[in-house]
């Protein structure tokens, strides 16, 4: 798997728009690429209305918070951010599978219907990486981690192995001890 960079607010390229420094501004921001590229993909996607109780629900298409993209009234695309002082990570899922069966060994429950079947995973990740790069004005760059990076990640890994409920402290290269005593 490869990772896309893109640098909010003050590290970003010169010349790129500055993503916005709250948590509410950025997730809007990023959603709004997202909704681009799904529109642009042929799907009438919109902005998730939050939902009483769903940031306290352990499985992420369970319910929208208010962040996500939904499509025919069904969360779609769930996001979530890590941020610090020195920038912000953004993760998100795309529902483009039927993953019911899943749903139901892990819950016991019966899942809320997938939208549209037949979403063709490269054309959508064509238009969503379009819509970013047109909205910063400049392509986004594929990389694989570094080995730095990947012996960061397996430590990471295999603490949440010993401890899965532990969130380990934030290390960035030039950083690292600044930014986990601010995490």
Known sequence: RGRRRAHPGRRAPRGTPPLPD???GSYGWIRARLLEGLRAAGFAAQAARAREGASRLELCFAGATGYEVELDGRKLIGSAQRRTPFGLLQHGSIRICDDSALYRALTGSEPAPLA??????TALRGAIAASFEAALGAPLEPAALSPAERVRAEA????????????PALSLRRFAEAADRIA
């Not at 990471?156 to 969130?167: E, G, N």
């Open 116 to 121: 549209p079947q037949g979403i063709d995973a």
């Open 156 to 167: 990471r890994m295999a603490q949440r192995r010993r401890d899965p409920l532990c969130a």
């Open 22 to 24: 709250d948590l509410a």
